[in-house]
């Protein structure tokens, strides 16, 4: 295995992060923090407790998955993007370096960065509310799976994108609705029961409820549910990425 | 003012150096590239390769002379992983470029047409990370070696688009150069650039294949093929027409017309300038005259001197170059 190489890319696409310092992390800060202003301080002080909890605490795990899932995509979308659009893929494509390996530099930076970007979120929140994580362990191995799948998914986003418009027509119209119709802002039994039955077809429900199921021990469906959902998009999102590179997809004419 | 009479000794005219330079040319015996059979079909029906074979042996600088599309860049493209072939193989040094692609993309320099580089990376990273790429562990003596060479040390900290068109050129090779190939590919490596970085980077090519770097490129421009190349290969819709010794080659292809604009019309052209295969146009006004460029005599001397013993004589003359347009038709051509 071509471990320096992995590295190597690894490393250019993290320094791209520390490059755009302020876009990279100020934009999320900054983000959460009007978030917690307008939800937690001007509503939620008149909204009652859900779950046990307040409502500005309520809202923290689909904040987090909010900004984890919109940076995952964005991120890993970018990344594989912009050498094709450059034209410098071609250093990669005709560099003794594996498809697995490609796919594990890209997607392990762009889900890195997801992660950072998920953890100064929730430092961000724990200035504004009191937080508490019942299952540290569950919450970083959601924190962790679904941005190693949504940057799958940003990787094929990327690799079928041939324009930027395209490149921002998915976190656009397809990743922030389903986040906010996914139940970020509010529990599943607030919906009539058609809306309910109808939000179960929304896969972000499940990651968004397990996630907060990490942090309460309480979610809209249960913590199995939400975990075999992250791996179902893991599994669909290394077969189509297997098979972007084996048919050489939108890569290798 | 006087004038100095210049003795040119024939062993010392850059042609001839050229040729012997080529003598003593560093390529072995040992095939480091071989192509077999090899075609290309894009998806939409366009057959950019068809049925080439070629081997190129360790320290020999071959050009693939052709046309815009004539399919050289689908050529190393294949050879490099960026194309996926139709049929046949490609083997590098013995290691096949599908089955065994690690051990064969690691012998591999390539430095496309484009200047296709990241915008905002410093030339000194963007080097490094080329390295990078190939499983190499750092060697920054090596990379300021290699910088140095192309004259890019003194911007190694400037940005890439702070860079001109000519040292983009000149940063790809360093890219290429960084995980110290065996083969290099240089894809139209002078288009756009000036005569002097020309003449920079054939030394640049030269002193990689004095250190037994195998050189492959392409070029549309006949003059390059013809100062760089051992061997030409010529390529026209796909198919490699021939493969040539470059001295050979140019005798062959390398010939110029004078043309005459005669004062009065010639019925037909007279016994005594027969040597000299002239060709008459119709109207008898003009008198064509093809020489070869690289022959010990031109017969030019001669022949204005035949001509106004014949007493022939003209308003004007003009010599003109084979064009490499000609030369792909005269190739191409049944005749041929």
């Not at chain 1, 509010?186 to 009539?192: H, N």
């Not at chain 2, 083997?91 to 012998?107: C, E, P, Q, T, W």
């Not at chain 2, 496309?112 to 390295?131: G, H, M, N, W």
Request: charged share 20%; glycine share 8%.
């Amino acid at each position: 295995m071509n471990l320096r190489a992995v590295q190597t890319i690894y490393l250019f696409e993290m320094s791209r992060t520390f490059r755009t310092l302020l876009q990279s992390i100020l934009a999320p800060v900054l983000t959460t923090s009007l978030y917690f202003v307008v939800f937690g301080a001007a509503i939620g002080a008149r909204i009652p407790e859900m779950g046990g909890v307040s409502y500005g605490a309520f809202i923290v795990p689909g904040l987090i998955m909010l900004m984890l899932l919109t940076q995952s995509v964005s991120n890993a979308s970018f990344g594989i993007y912009f050498p094709r659009f450059s034209g410098t893929i071609y250093e990669l494509l005709s560099a003794p370096v594996s498809s697995f390996e490609l796919v594990l530099a890209f997607v392990g930076a762009a889900a890195t960065k997801a992660i950072l970007i998920g953890l100064i979120t929730l430092a961000t929140a724990s200035a504004f509310v009191p937080l508490e994580i019942a299952h540290p362990v569950w919450m970083a191995a959601f924190l962790v799976l679904t941005a190693v799948s949504f940057s799958l998914l940003g990787f094929i986003l990327g690799i079928w994108a041939d324009s930027f418009e395209k490149l921002g027509f998915v976190p656009l119209l397809v990743i922030t609705p389903l986040t906010f119709l996914g139940g970020t802002f509010y529990s599943l039994d607030m919906l009539p029961p058609f809306w309910q039955t109808v939000s179960l077809v929304n896969p972000v429900v499940y990651l968004v409820s397990g996630f907060r199921w990490s942090f309460y021990g309480a979610g809209d469906v249960s913590v199995v549910a939400s975990l075999a959902v992250v791996a179902i998009f893991l599994v669909v999102g290394l077969t189509a990425v297997w098979w972007i590179f084996r048919s050489g997809y939108r890569l290798k004419p | 003012m006087t004038r100095t009479q210049l003795t040119v000794n024939p062993t010392t005219t850059p042609a001839a150096q050229r040729d012997a330079a080529r003598e003593t040319s560093p390529a072995d015996d040992r095939v480091m590239l071989s192509i077999e059979h090899l075609s290309k079909v894009y998806a939409d029906g366009f057959k950019a390769l068809d049925d080439v074979s070629l081997e190129v042996r360790r320290g020999e600088i071959f050009a693939l002379l052709g046309p815009n599309g004539a399919g050289k860049t689908t050529l190393i493209g294949i050879v490099c992983g960026l194309i996926t072939a139709s049929s046949g193989s490609v083997r590098v040094d013995g290691h096949d470029i599908v089955r065994n692609y690690r051990a064969a993309r690691s012998l591999i320099g390539l430095v496309p047409q484009e200047l296709t580089t990241d915008a905002f990376e410093k030339v000194i990273d963007t080097t490094a990370f080329s390295r990078g790429l190939f499983g190499l562990a750092p060697n920054p003596a090596h990379i300021e070696k290699v910088l140095r060479d192309l004259s890019l040390w003194d911007k190694r900290n400037s940005r890439v688009r702070e860079l001109s068109g000519g040292m983009k050129r000149r940063l790809l090779i360093a890219k290429a150069l960084a995980h110290e190939p065996e083969v290099l590919f240089l894809d139209e490596p002078t288009a756009g650039v000036d005569v002097e970085l020309r003449r920079d980077m054939w030394l640049q090519v030269r002193a990689l294949r004095e250190r037994g770097v195998t050189v492959i490129l392409t070029t549309h421009y006949i003059e390059e093929a013809e100062e760089m190349a051992d061997r030409i290969g010529v390529i026209n819709h796909g198919e490699l027409i021939l493969v040539q010794n470059t001295t050979e080659l140019m005798r062959r292809l390398g010939s110029k017309q004078l043309t005459l604009q005669l004062n009065e019309p010639l019925q037909q052209i007279p016994e005594m300038l027969a040597e000299y295969e002239l060709e008459l146009s119709e109207d008898g006004h003009t008198l064509i005259y093809t020489y070869d460029t690289h022959g010990e005599r031109t017969g030019i001397t001669a022949l204005l001197s035949d001509l106004s013993r014949a007493g022939v004589r003209f308003t004007d003359l003009r010599t003109r170059e084979t064009s490499l347009e000609e030369i792909f038709v005269s190739l191409v051509s049944p005749q041929s």
